[in-house]
């Protein structure tokens, strides 16, 4: 069971029983059990992402199975795919319409700038819920699912645990961006940072509706925890939000 459990099923009691978050870790050791997309199909990470929220199983990336340009780039498993992303989600490529998220290419350029691409430390990505960690693992990024409820309690703690009124951000990227590669950046720039992502257009039809993405490194997590019964979350004022939770998860129950 992974290391903070007691405290981790506490801080999702407080912020109104929320769902158990997906850890992610590399390794270069095959998983022996999980899903894991298949040779020669395309297949979009957050989509079994939901499969590993939905069926409480891990799932796993292989950097020699490429089932997504753009999310093998995220991964840090491959940099062949940067032209061809610029174009695509800009103004297209030869003989298919672009996305138009960004005005043209040199602004995903200067995204990619920006970000430093670092290369993945293994050549298998394992995400699973964290509940399902065992031993020695620990994870790399852990992610969390919400809606606007929740998600406020989750920026709060973040501001309060880090004491730092710039803790979270919300970057441009793809879905998977934002759970992996900005992450990534943050830390290797030394900034401790809280990324709230999936605002992607593309991903959106593997996330429930109104729900955004939430990660954070596993010392940020620890420090939220530890934290989070010194915090607004045992206070008066998050007690009227509590009751907007309960309205919310009855509506889309």
Same mark, same amino acid.
């Given at each position: 069971m992974?290391w903070?459990q007691e405290?981790?099923?506490r801080?999702l009691?407080?912020?109104?029983n929320?769902?158990?978050?997906l850890?992610?870790?590399y390794t270069n050791?095959?998983?022996?059990?999980?899903?894991? #997309?298949? !040779?020669g199909r395309h297949e979009c990470?957050?989509?079994?992402?939901r499969k590993? *929220?939905t069926? &409480?199983?891990?799932? %796993?990336f292989?950097?020699?199975t490429?089932?997504c340009m753009?999310?093998?780039?995220?991964l840090?498993?491959s940099?062949?795919?940067r032209d061809?992303?610029?174009?695509f989600v800009?103004t297209g490529? #030869?003989? !298919?319409g672009g996305?138009?998220?960004?005005p043209?290419?040199?602004?995903?350029? *200067?995204l990619? &700038?920006?970000m430093? %691409?670092q290369?993945?430390?293994?050549?298998?990505?394992?995400?699973?819920p964290?509940?399902?960690?065992q031993?020695e693992?620990k994870?790399?990024?852990v992610?969390?699912?919400?809606?606007a409820e929740?998600?406020t309690?989750?920026?709060?703690?973040?501001?309060f645990?880090l004491?730092d009124h710039?803790a979270?951000?919300?970057?441009f990227?793809?879905g998977?961006?934002?759970?992996?590669?900005?992450p990534?950046t943050?830390?290797?720039?030394?900034?401790?940072r809280?990324v709230?992502g999936?605002?992607d257009?593309s991903?959106?039809?593997f996330?429930k509706?109104d729900e955004?993405?939430f990660?954070?490194?596993?010392?940020?997590l620890a420090?939220?925890?530890?934290?989070?019964?010194?915090s607004?979350?045992t206070?008066?004022?998050?007690?009227?939000?509590?009751?907007?939770i309960?309205q919310?998860?009855?509506k889309?129950?």
């Amino acid at each position: 069971m992974f290391w903070f459990q007691e405290g981790l099923e506490r801080l999702l009691h407080l912020l109104g029983n929320m769902e158990m978050p997906l850890g992610a870790y590399y390794t270069n050791t095959l998983p022996t059990a999980g899903l894991t #997309p298949a !040779r020669g199909r395309h297949e979009c990470i957050i989509n079994f992402m939901r499969k590993s *929220r939905t069926q &409480e199983t891990p799932v %796993f990336f292989a950097a020699d199975t490429n089932a997504c340009m753009g999310g093998w780039t995220y991964l840090g498993f491959s940099n062949e795919n940067r032209d061809k992303i610029a174009s695509f989600v800009t103004t297209g490529l #030869p003989g !298919r319409g672009g996305e138009h998220y960004m005005p043209e290419p040199a602004s995903i350029y *200067r995204l990619f &700038e920006e970000m430093e %691409f670092q290369k993945a430390s293994g050549s298998y990505c394992v995400v699973k819920p964290l509940s399902l960690f065992q031993g020695e693992e620990k994870p790399e990024v852990v992610t969390f699912f919400a809606r606007a409820e929740r998600l406020t309690g989750l920026c709060h703690l973040a501001y309060f645990a880090l004491n730092d009124h710039n803790a979270v951000a919300m970057p441009f990227g793809a879905g998977c961006s934002g759970i992996f590669a900005w992450p990534r950046t943050y830390q290797r720039k030394g900034l401790r940072r809280a990324v709230i992502g999936c605002t992607d257009i593309s991903c959106r039809p593997f996330m429930k509706t109104d729900e955004l993405s939430f990660t954070v490194s596993s010392d940020v997590l620890a420090e939220m925890i530890d934290k989070a019964p010194q915090s607004f979350l045992t206070g008066r004022s998050w007690q009227g939000v509590l009751k907007k939770i309960k309205q919310s998860d009855k509506k889309w129950a």
